[in-house]
């Protein structure tokens, strides 16, 4: 029985400037905002052997999220992830329920889990999904994922367009150089139809994901790529495309 948690707090200044063309003064304004949470957490994983190289698994994790009005987002306390499973080190795990999917490890440019400025355009995280994942061969994991109607969002509040179905799968690969030098690729995909509120129709969302890390010793070099297509959303016939490049370079000052 492993129990994991993490507070994780967020700050943010920011600052707008708005000029008026017709040569009225110029608008500052400048808010320091108030310190806020920024995915705090807490859960635990439950493992046990059944014999014959089988195993079954739980997992439930519990986080924070603030009403329209918050300041601090700690206002309520929600179920991110809750599933259950059965795996064999050999054939792999299957688990149901809500939970990170196999799509989340693609990204590279969020290694610490904190730093990245945008969540991507993959889907990571779904409620009651099917997921099979294979680790059977060294430095290679394979997954793939799929659920079927949901009204409600990761946070666990109603979807306004209720999700007909989801699906997704990814391959992550990891190479050690030598003793210092190492490199990580994930590449994934993910589809999710939903039905639009005032009309009824479908509409479908889908997104591509590249990842690659560089590390050498303490230092990591990340990349992503990622691409999104939204169709029929609001009128049928509307296309929407979305493209993201993202960037970290992450040096550890500790010592493993």
Do not use: C
């Amino acid at each position: 029985l492993d129990f994991s948690g993490s507070a994780r707090l967020k700050w943010n200044s920011t600052s707008e400037k708005t000029e008026y063309t017709n040569g009225n003064a110029t608008d500052r304004e400048h808010i320091n905002h108030a310190v806020a949470n920024n995915g705090s957490r807490f859960g635990f994983k439950l493992t046990q052997q059944l014999g014959n190289g089988f195993y079954g698994l739980g997992r439930v994790e519990w986080r924070f999220r603030g009403t329209s009005s918050s300041q601090h987002d700690f206002d309520d306390i929600y179920t991110r992830q809750l599933y259950a499973g059965i795996g064999h080190k050999q054939y792999g795990e299957l688990t149901y329920g809500h939970m990170t999917t196999v799509t989340d490890e693609v990204k590279r440019t969020d290694l610490p889990n904190t730093l990245s400025l945008s969540d991507g355009l993959l889907n990571s995280s779904s409620r009651k999904v099917f997921q099979y994942t294979y680790s059977g061969i060294e430095g290679l994991k394979l997954g793939a994922f799929y659920g079927g109607h949901s009204q409600r969002a990761n946070n666990a509040r109603d979807l306004t367009n209720e999700r007909k179905d989801v699906w997704g799968a990814a391959a992550i690969y990891s190479h050690k150089l030598d003793e210092v030098q190492s490199m990580k690729f994930g590449t994934g995909v993910s589809r999710e139809r939903f039905e639009q509120r005032n009309t009824g129709h479908t509409y479908d969302y889908t997104a591509y994901s590249f990842g690659t890390s560089y590390t050498y010793d303490k230092t990591t070099v990340g990349i992503d790529l990622e691409r999104a297509v939204t169709i029929d959303q609001g009128t049928i016939g509307n296309k929407r495309v979305q493209k993201e490049f993202g960037t970290v370079l992450l040096h550890k000052l500790t010592i493993d």
